[in-house]
């Protein structure tokens, strides 16, 4: 990884208060955190980032486009779509093009439900579910975490 690929990262997070990031290649690992409970980020003693090599790198499992859908903490019967990634959210393709769902909207599991841009790449998320928009649970153009809710779909 190259230092303007790492900057780019950096940039990332402070655009989206991303606290920590981290990412593994073949045989490399980049870890970078940044302060947190409203303290600014210590800065490193030689105001530098560094690869750590790593001995064997455990197998990983396959990465799909988006997380499966997993029932939400309530008892509704509704579903989350939950982000696979940090980034920025993004209901349409481009500012002046249509939302991919609206609420209402029946979706089917390769249905793409939105956007999520990380590192100046757009990745497409699809729904992984089959059922109906109930909730759209982020604003277009915001900052959204590993794991967090994008939209409720009740199945059908």
Do not use: H, W
């Amino acid at each position: 990884m190259e230092l303007k690929d790492i900057k780019a990262i950096i940039d990332l997070m402070k655009k989206n208060s991303i606290t920590e990031f981290e990412l593994e290649e073949k045989d490399s690992r980049l870890r970078l955190k940044r302060g947190s409970n409203g303290l600014p980020p210590a800065a490193p003693a030689d105001d530098s980032l560094a690869m750590m090599p790593l001995p064997a790198p455990p197998p990983l499992m396959p990465m799909s486009s988006s997380l499966p859908a997993a029932p939400s903490a309530a008892n509704t019967g509704e579903i989350d779509i939950k982000s696979p990634m940090i980034g920025t959210f993004y209901r349409s393709p481009s500012p002046e093009a249509a939302a991919y769902v609206e609420l209402g909207v029946e979706v089917s599991p390769d249905t793409i439900v939105c956007i999520i841009e990380a590192m100046k790449v757009m990745n497409e998320i699809k729904a992984e579910v089959k059922g109906v928009v109930t909730q759209l649970l982020v604003e277009n153009g915001k900052p959204v975490e590993f794991g967090q809710p994008l939209f409720k779909v009740r199945p059908n």
